[in-house]
Nanobody, 122 residues
Framework: QVSLLESGGGLVQAGGSLRLSCAASGSTFSDSAMGWFRQAPGKEREFVAVIHWSGGRTDYVDSVKGRFTISRDNAKNTVYLQMSSLKPEDTAVYYC???????????????WGQGTQVTVSS
């Protein structure tokens, strides 16, 4: 069992930066791949980034490559999403999730946080 709590969302101007955090409780965090997804109003949930349990492998959706960085600290049971050069189209609720596989596929994620709102103004 893993419980996830996101934080760090907010309102930022285009070109700005935010760092999202996802604190996990549960004994399986360090064995889990951790992903970030986002959902904008009226749109389907979208994969953003994933990091292997070891931290040694990452994957990103093309639209955020070079701007977002996912990382994790297994000692703190926390995964991060550093977002830079933010654009209005990055506006969404951002969710972290835990999976047993290194995957982009949402239904393969077993545990989900409640989400944190990111709003980028133009």
């Amino acid at each position: 069992q893993v419980s996830l709590l996101e934080s760090g969302g907010g309102l930022v101007q285009a070109g700005g930066s935010l760092r999202l955090s996802c604190a996990a409780s549960g004994s399986t965090f360090s064995d889990s791949a951790m992903g970030w997804f986002r959902q904008a109003p009226g749109k389907e949930r979208e994969f953003v980034a994933v990091i292997h349990w070891s931290g040694g492998r990452t994957d990103y959706v093309d639209s955020v490559k070079g701007r977002f960085t996912i990382s994790r600290d297994n000692a703190k049971n926390t995964v991060y999403l550093q977002m830079s050069s933010l654009k209005p189209e990055d506006t969404a609720v951002y969710y972290c999730a835990a999976a047993r596989l290194f995957t982009r596929v949402a239904y393969q994620y077993v545990y989900w946080g409640q989400g944190t709102q990111v709003t980028v103004s133009s």
